[in-house]
């Protein structure tokens, strides 16, 4: 998200609002988790000192700030203990700021700049040449090219060996040139299609998007680590070395099925996360990129850090904490070894509305957590956070390293064989496949081709030839026998992902080999077309963009009635944006059912860009008709969308019952054993609309909870009474807010974003481009809402059957690899 800016909001211990000049959220407002306490010790004269965006602290405990558009600052805070009052500021002497990122190490200030300051983007380098306690010489050690953005040059931290740093950029920097790299320098789009604009924001930069670098002290030699970010502001190092961040979401993308959220993200080595422009966005699914480790939602990601060193229990020691400008929360993120990479938890830690945070440090000097929040010339101040609960806050050492992290870092090294890699390329573990797959990718092809063509074991085969396709330099003689490769494995035979990578390993053969001919194309259809459909639905759109790709006529008697009867928005519309291009077996009903969705999709919801999508597919598919095949369903194309809620089923639903828990709980045991639907369970999610505002399994919305992993949180009768009485116990993280203005109205919603004198509020998660606006000035009282925005009767449509289905879908967790998903 774009960073937005916010106005200096004051609330009174009783709820009422005033601008008073110069103050930072007060403490009272703020939540923060039990047993911790918020000090305030400083709130930035804007006028002055202007908006701090990054900290780091120096080899004496202060902290050394930036003003995203000035000077540095250093605060010594008072001890613990004592009077915010005795918080003392210096404005540095140096003629350097306007830094997105700082780090002090080493003796030396080191400093991201992402505007054109000084001598424009960059990492710099400040010293103290005289020792009076004052920073005297300012050296650009590597300038970044590319125009100022918000989307530019950002952190930059330590490496753990103490000799060299890392530095973060976003996808407005273009990768500068680094003398090597960890990812294989050929990167592509590797989309069938071409791509749909929306509003078009960065409609012209291509792969590799954000990227992690890793440099020498001095900055002379550079090493490209990973690629494919979007825009990730900050990053920080685990105890055994890895590199995590917080990447953003593109809110403009709300609603469409190539939307991700924010997600924290292990930045593995040679790693590539799959962001692309526009509609172009790989989905979690693919392997050639790698899957987030927790998704968080919508907001606007900036600074991170690990909690080590802090006087805390040892379990927020231990949490990667990560900030969202936005929507003014501050996560603790407890991560777990899993395989050969992680899993992850996210806790709302700290937040409160507005709290625009920015970076986070860790006082080596006093355990204390440091906050600093600005950020676009809003009200700034600086907050510590300190333990004062019962819990034991000795250090933590926790160090776990799994046997397959410890695989998958060998992998990672320089100089790995084609032997040494290869028993890996089938491994089950999805990160430490990757690291075999760039190993590989990194040698020459000829070393490896005829292995990889004659490969047996099915998983190795599509990891070796993934890396085939990516690694052939265009060489078209590579198609047919990497194909007929292909067609030697037995898809059937194939679970889950595997059967993803079949057929991602056909579409790279396409994106990288060029378009094959007619008899190719003929003889694919044959192999392809019967698999089509499955129950994965992700796998399910994979195989028809492949198809109409090749031109299979009878992909769409099957596919274009998907376009209406999907369950979510997200489905629906990707099957209309691949079917836009099919030109071949279509019929005057398929045709006409495919235009009346239009109709329907007129009042579904998104981002900015939603409606400017949906045109552009529309314009896409008629640019494919004759003139006689318009004519024969004039009176669809020329009929004009009646306004109504959205409805996701074109199967009209009847009320049922106003459901109670007495009516229901009695079914939860026996009830949901044995064989259940859970194709109509995920049926259901949609048509009760949950699928608008929760991802479950990586699909649907991100304004509510993730419902993934609700099976390992909620017993089945407690999940049941969440959704039948969602306001008997609100989450803080999605609870909303009664604006009582001074006429006496009120607005009830989340406060999504901010502009000035303007609160912008959400009130309807259905529709989350959809703000009211309210002025902070005519606000008297603010109250947390009794109210869930989650509307209650959303199961009323449902009969008893469908509400069982549904919830052994959600028990399920919708795993494709499940015997149920599989077909």
Same mark, same amino acid.
């Given at each position: 998200m774009k960073l937005i800016l916010l106005p200096l909001l004051l609330a009174s211990a009783t709820g009422a609002f005033a601008q008073i000049a110069g103050q930072a959220t007060p403490v009272d407002k703020i939540k923060i988790a039990k047993g911790f306490k918020v000090e305030?010790?400083?709130?930035?004269? *804007?006028?002055? =000192?202007?908006?701090?965006?990054? +900290? @780091?602290?120096?080899?004496?405990? &202060? %902290? #050394?700030?930036?003003?995203?558009y000035g000077a540095l600052y250093r605060i010594t805070p008072p001890a613990l203990g004592g009077s915010p009052g005795e918080t003392r500021i210096e404005k540095l002497a140096v003629d350097f700021g306007h830094c997105q990122g700082l780090l002090f190490h080493a003796g030396a200030l080191y400093g991201v700049v992402n505007d054109d300051a000084y001598q424009g983007r960059g990492l710099y380098r400040c010293k103290d040449t005289n020792g009076d306690d004052q920073f005297d010489s300012v050296e650009l050690l590597r300038a970044f090219p590319g125009k100022a953005g918000e989307h530019g040059p950002h952190g930059v931290v330590a490496a753990p060996d103490g000799r060299s740093l890392y530095v973060m950029c976003g996808n407005q @920097?273009?990768?500068?040139?680094? =003398?090597?790299?960890?990812?294989? &320098?050929?990167?592509? =789009?590797?989309?069938? !299609?071409? +791509?749909?604009?929306? &509003?078009g924001f960065m409609r012209d930069v291509l792969a590799p998007g954000g990227w992690l670098a890793h440099t020498d002290l001095d900055g002379k030699k550079w090493e490209l680590v990973n690629t494919g970010t979007r825009n990730t502001y900050d990053i920080a190092i685990h105890r055994n070395g890895d590199i995590f961040g917080f990447d953003a979401d593109m809110e403009w993308d709300t609603g469409m099925p190539w939307y991700r959220p924010t997600r924290v993200c292990f930045m593995q080595s040679g790693g590539e996360f799959g962001w692309r422009t526009c509609s172009k966005k790989w989905p979690v699914r693919w392997e050639d990129s790698l899957p987030p480790v927790v998704d968080i939602g919508p907001g606007s990601p900036t600074g991170v850090a690990f909690g080590y060193g802090a006087k805390f229990p040892a379990k927020y020691q231990d949490a990667f904490y990560i900030c969202d400008w936005s929507y003014g929360k501050m996560y603790a993120v407890h991560l777990t070894p899993d395989g050969a990479g992680y899993s992850g938890v996210a806790e709302e830690f700290m937040s409160a509305s507005p709290l625009p945070l920015t970076d986070i440090e860790i006082s080596r000097k006093d355990g204390a957590m440091y906050v600093s929040v600005g950020g676009r010339k809003v009200q700034s101040g600086l907050y510590r956070v300190t333990y004062t609960g019962e819990e034991k806050t000795e250090a933590s050492s926790a160090a776990e390293t799994t046997e397959l992290a410890?695989?998958?870092? /060998?992998?990672?090294?320089?100089?790995?064989?084609? =032997?040494?890699?290869?028993?890996?390329?089938?491994?089950?573990?999805?990160?430490?496949? !990757?690291?075999?797959? #760039?190993?590989?990718?990194?040698?020459?092809?000829?070393?490896? *081709?005829?292995? /990889?063509?004659?490969?047996?074991?099915? &998983?190795?085969?599509?990891?070796?030839? %993934?890396?085939?396709?990516?690694?052939?330099?265009?060489?078209?003689?590579?198609?047919?026998?990497?194909?007929?490769?292909?067609?030697? #494995?037995? !898809?059937?035979?194939?679970?889950?992902?595997?059967?993803?990578?079949?057929?991602?390993?056909? +579409?790279?053969?396409f994106t990288r080999l060029g378009e094959p001919d007619a008899a190719t194309k003929a003889a694919l259809v044959a192999r392809l077309s019967p698999l089509f459909p499955t129950h994965d639905t992700g796998l399910n759109r994979d195989l028809a963009e492949v198809l109409v790709y090749l031109g299979d006529a009878g992909i769409v008697a099957k596919a274009a009635p998907l376009v209406n009867d999907s369950p979510t928005q997200e489905e629906q519309i990707d099957y209309a944006r691949i079917l836009r291009f099919a030109k071949s077996g279509w019929t005057k009903e398929l045709r006409a059912g495919y235009f009346r969705w239009f109709l329907r999709a007129a009042n579904y919801k998104g981002g900015a860009s939603f409606d400017l999508f949906i045109g552009e597919i529309k314009k896409d598919a008629l640019a494919t008709m004759t003139e006689e095949e318009k004519l024969a369903i004039k009176d669809v194309l020329d009929a004009r969308p009646e306004v109504q809620a959205p409805t996701f089923t074109a199967r009209p639903l009847q009320f049922v019952k106003a459901w109670t828990m007495a009516d229901l709980e009695k079914s939860l045991g026996v009830g949901l054993e044995g064989n259940r639907d859970f194709r109509n369970g995920r049926n259901m999610f949609g048509a009760a609309t949950c699928f608008?505002?929760?991802?479950?399994?990586?699909?649907?919305? /991100? #304004?509510g909870p993730d419902l993934t992993s609700v099976a390992g949180k909620y017993s089945p009768r407690d999940l049941l009474e969440h959704i039948l009485e969602p306001s008997k116990e609100i989450s803080d993280q999605y609870g909303s807010t009664v604006f009582t203005k001074k006429d006496g109205s009120q607005v009830v919603g989340r406060i999504a974003n901010m502009k000035e004198d303007i609160m912008m509020v959400c009130t309807n998660m259905m529709d989350p481009n959809n703000f009211t606006n309210v002025n902070v000035k005519d606000v008297v009282k603010t109250e947390e809402s009794k109210v869930s925005m989650m509307p209650p009767g959303l199961l009323y449509m449902l009969k008893e059957d469908d509400i069982l289905d549904l919830m052994a879908y959600l028990l399920s967790k919708g795993n494709p690899e499940d015997p149920m998903f599989v077909k």
């Amino acid at each position: 998200m774009k960073l937005i800016l916010l106005p200096l909001l004051l609330a009174s211990a009783t709820g009422a609002f005033a601008q008073i000049a110069g103050q930072a959220t007060p403490v009272d407002k703020i939540k923060i988790a039990k047993g911790f306490k918020v000090e305030l010790l400083y709130s930035v004269p *804007k006028d002055t =000192e202007g908006s701090w965006v990054a +900290m @780091t602290q120096d080899d004496q405990g &202060r %902290m #050394i700030c930036s003003d995203q558009y000035g000077a540095l600052y250093r605060i010594t805070p008072p001890a613990l203990g004592g009077s915010p009052g005795e918080t003392r500021i210096e404005k540095l002497a140096v003629d350097f700021g306007h830094c997105q990122g700082l780090l002090f190490h080493a003796g030396a200030l080191y400093g991201v700049v992402n505007d054109d300051a000084y001598q424009g983007r960059g990492l710099y380098r400040c010293k103290d040449t005289n020792g009076d306690d004052q920073f005297d010489s300012v050296e650009l050690l590597r300038a970044f090219p590319g125009k100022a953005g918000e989307h530019g040059p950002h952190g930059v931290v330590a490496a753990p060996d103490g000799r060299s740093l890392y530095v973060m950029c976003g996808n407005q @920097t273009p990768e500068p040139g680094c =003398e090597t790299s960890r990812v294989p &320098r050929h990167w592509a =789009e590797d989309q069938l !299609f071409p +791509m749909l604009l929306g &509003r078009g924001f960065m409609r012209d930069v291509l792969a590799p998007g954000g990227w992690l670098a890793h440099t020498d002290l001095d900055g002379k030699k550079w090493e490209l680590v990973n690629t494919g970010t979007r825009n990730t502001y900050d990053i920080a190092i685990h105890r055994n070395g890895d590199i995590f961040g917080f990447d953003a979401d593109m809110e403009w993308d709300t609603g469409m099925p190539w939307y991700r959220p924010t997600r924290v993200c292990f930045m593995q080595s040679g790693g590539e996360f799959g962001w692309r422009t526009c509609s172009k966005k790989w989905p979690v699914r693919w392997e050639d990129s790698l899957p987030p480790v927790v998704d968080i939602g919508p907001g606007s990601p900036t600074g991170v850090a690990f909690g080590y060193g802090a006087k805390f229990p040892a379990k927020y020691q231990d949490a990667f904490y990560i900030c969202d400008w936005s929507y003014g929360k501050m996560y603790a993120v407890h991560l777990t070894p899993d395989g050969a990479g992680y899993s992850g938890v996210a806790e709302e830690f700290m937040s409160a509305s507005p709290l625009p945070l920015t970076d986070i440090e860790i006082s080596r000097k006093d355990g204390a957590m440091y906050v600093s929040v600005g950020g676009r010339k809003v009200q700034s101040g600086l907050y510590r956070v300190t333990y004062t609960g019962e819990e034991k806050t000795e250090a933590s050492s926790a160090a776990e390293t799994t046997e397959l992290a410890k695989v998958r870092a /060998a992998l990672e090294a320089p100089g790995v064989t084609v =032997e040494a890699a290869w028993p890996h390329l089938g491994s089950p573990d999805r990160n430490l496949r !990757f690291a075999a797959r #760039i190993a590989l990718e990194h040698q020459p092809v000829a070393s490896w *081709k005829d292995k /990889a063509l004659s490969e047996s074991n099915p &998983r190795a085969a599509l990891t070796a030839l %993934m890396a085939l396709a990516r690694s052939s330099g265009g060489d078209k003689t590579l198609q047919k026998p990497l194909l007929d490769a292909l067609g030697r #494995i037995d !898809f059937k035979a194939l679970k889950g992902l595997d059967r993803v990578t079949y057929v991602r390993d056909h +579409m790279l053969a396409f994106t990288r080999l060029g378009e094959p001919d007619a008899a190719t194309k003929a003889a694919l259809v044959a192999r392809l077309s019967p698999l089509f459909p499955t129950h994965d639905t992700g796998l399910n759109r994979d195989l028809a963009e492949v198809l109409v790709y090749l031109g299979d006529a009878g992909i769409v008697a099957k596919a274009a009635p998907l376009v209406n009867d999907s369950p979510t928005q997200e489905e629906q519309i990707d099957y209309a944006r691949i079917l836009r291009f099919a030109k071949s077996g279509w019929t005057k009903e398929l045709r006409a059912g495919y235009f009346r969705w239009f109709l329907r999709a007129a009042n579904y919801k998104g981002g900015a860009s939603f409606d400017l999508f949906i045109g552009e597919i529309k314009k896409d598919a008629l640019a494919t008709m004759t003139e006689e095949e318009k004519l024969a369903i004039k009176d669809v194309l020329d009929a004009r969308p009646e306004v109504q809620a959205p409805t996701f089923t074109a199967r009209p639903l009847q009320f049922v019952k106003a459901w109670t828990m007495a009516d229901l709980e009695k079914s939860l045991g026996v009830g949901l054993e044995g064989n259940r639907d859970f194709r109509n369970g995920r049926n259901m999610f949609g048509a009760a609309t949950c699928f608008a505002c929760h991802r479950f399994n990586n699909e649907g919305g /991100a #304004i509510g909870p993730d419902l993934t992993s609700v099976a390992g949180k909620y017993s089945p009768r407690d999940l049941l009474e969440h959704i039948l009485e969602p306001s008997k116990e609100i989450s803080d993280q999605y609870g909303s807010t009664v604006f009582t203005k001074k006429d006496g109205s009120q607005v009830v919603g989340r406060i999504a974003n901010m502009k000035e004198d303007i609160m912008m509020v959400c009130t309807n998660m259905m529709d989350p481009n959809n703000f009211t606006n309210v002025n902070v000035k005519d606000v008297v009282k603010t109250e947390e809402s009794k109210v869930s925005m989650m509307p209650p009767g959303l199961l009323y449509m449902l009969k008893e059957d469908d509400i069982l289905d549904l919830m052994a879908y959600l028990l399920s967790k919708g795993n494709p690899e499940d015997p149920m998903f599989v077909k």
